[in-house]
């Protein structure tokens, strides 16, 4: 069977907008992640979220994973723990940690801007997307008791 032939990081920088490199990464510029759409592919509960201990008390702690994806192909995958935060007075979901991707952003000479940058601007980018109403609506989904 004939393996696929991958665009090596070269390649991507030479001009493909998007390119599966033969390192695993996707790369490109972050513009155009930006302009793609990511589609929630799974959000789950994690079953080792800790409690916070304070002085007299333990608050519970919900949290969990989810996972992104972007058309392609490639594919690009993008995905974060959270935890349910309620001291906001209202409960919502926060991303905890850096996210996983395959993503790896090059400048604009194609550079890569390596994986600590390319780390933090996906940080940012998770930050300011609307992903928690997706996220408790599909941890709803699939615990909330059916026909009871």
Known sequence: MKQPVLPTAAAARAGLPIALCSDG??????????ALPLAHLLSDLDDTAEGVRGEAAVHS????YTEWIGAGPP????GWDWRLDGRE??????????PRSNVMLCD???AD???????RLLAALVDVRPW?????????????TRGA
């Open 25 to 34: 990464y996707v790369r490109l510029r972050l513009p155009t992640l930006l």
């Open 61 to 64: 702690a919900i949290g969990g």
């Open 75 to 78: 594919a690009i995958t993008l």
């Open 89 to 98: 007075g209202q409960p919502c979901c926060v991303r905890t940690g850096p």
């Open 108 to 110: 604009r000479h194609g």
């Open 113 to 119: 801007l390596g994986a600590g940058l390319t780390e």
């Open 132 to 144: 928690q109403d997706t996220v408790t609506a599909a941890i709803a989904a699939r615990y909330a």
